[in-house]
């Protein structure tokens, strides 16, 4: 269980250096409508929306972390060897890479046909 949590914050920490200066890219959410108070409902669609985010930022580790997992670990040791880590990180930022051009590319499409 150890493992498969350091396992998990290499992959966070290589997605947060990588990504959250453009981490809203990886995610698309739809706008959420209120009618009632515009004030507070303004506050609570930030809130809201940020919370979203979150989730679907967490649900995205998760991901990865199990097909880097199923990918890059033979068997679960105490510590994780530079072979490895260096699969993880190669595993992490492929599927970044990957999510990056398929959410550009679906970006331009969509553009394309307005």
């Excluded at 290589?14 to 209120?34: A, G």
């Excluded at 649900?59 to 990918?71: A, F, L, R, Y």
Aim: glycine share 2%.
């Amino acid at each position: 269980m150890t493992c498969l949590l350091r396992v998990s914050c290499v992959i966070f920490e290589i997605i947060i250096s990588l990504f959250y200066p453009s981490y809203r890219q990886l995610f698309i959410f739809e706008k959420m409508s209120f009618e009632e108070n515009p004030a507070h409902d303004s506050e609570l669609e930030k809130f809201l929306t940020v919370e979203k985010v979150k989730t679907q930022f967490h649900e995205q580790v998760h991901h990865i972390t199990d097909v880097c997992w199923d990918k890059c670990i033979d068997k679960p040791g105490p510590k994780l060897d530079g072979r490895t880590q260096a699969c993880v990180v190669n595993c992490v930022e492929r599927f970044i890479d990957a999510s990056l051009v398929l959410t550009n590319r679906f970006a331009q499409l969509l553009q394309g046909a307005r």
